[in-house]
């Protein structure tokens, strides 16, 4: 068996949360899920987190600068539009609306 439900009592090991993506670890022989009936998880077997882990991170290491200059050019796209949006435009005005301003 390979599923689990939130409040089970397991073995101890690596339960992945399908909804949160969060990895649980129990520790000792047995452990308690945390969440409730509605909370799902799958077992992860040690053998395969001990060569899913150091892939995970070098994935990560790798796409890292990816991610943050995504980030940023998103954000500076977003000021842009901004700035856009809320520019005032100069129209030119005639005199007699100049001298009405003015007066």
Same mark, same amino acid.
């Given at each position: 068996?390979?599923?689990?439900?939130?409040?089970?009592?397991?073995?101890?090991? @690596?339960?992945?949360?399908? #909804?949160?993506?969060? *990895?649980?670890?129990?520790? $000792?022989?047995? +452990?308690?899920?945390?969440?409730?009936?509605?909370?799902?998880?799958?077992?992860?077997?040690?053998?395969?987190?001990?060569?899913?882990?150091?892939?995970?991170?070098?994935?990560?290491?790798? @796409?890292?600068?990816?991610? #943050?200059?995504?980030? *940023?050019?998103?954000?500076? $796209?977003?000021? +842009?539009?901004?700035?856009?949006?809320?520019?005032?435009?100069?129209?030119?005005?005639?005199?007699?609306?100049?001298?009405?301003?003015?007066?």
């Amino acid at each position: 068996m390979w599923t689990y439900t939130g409040g089970e009592t397991v073995e101890g090991g @690596f339960y992945w949360n399908r #909804g949160t993506w969060h *990895l649980e670890n129990v520790e $000792g022989r047995t +452990g308690t899920l945390p969440g409730d009936r509605a909370t799902r998880y799958i077992w992860i077997p040690t053998l395969v987190m001990l060569v899913l882990a150091p892939v995970m991170g070098g994935l990560f290491v790798v @796409f890292l600068p990816f991610i #943050g200059f995504a980030l *940023l050019f998103g954000a500076l $796209g977003t000021w +842009g539009l901004e700035k856009y949006r809320h520019a005032r435009v100069a129209t030119p005005h005639s005199a007699e609306e100049h001298v009405r301003k003015i007066a």
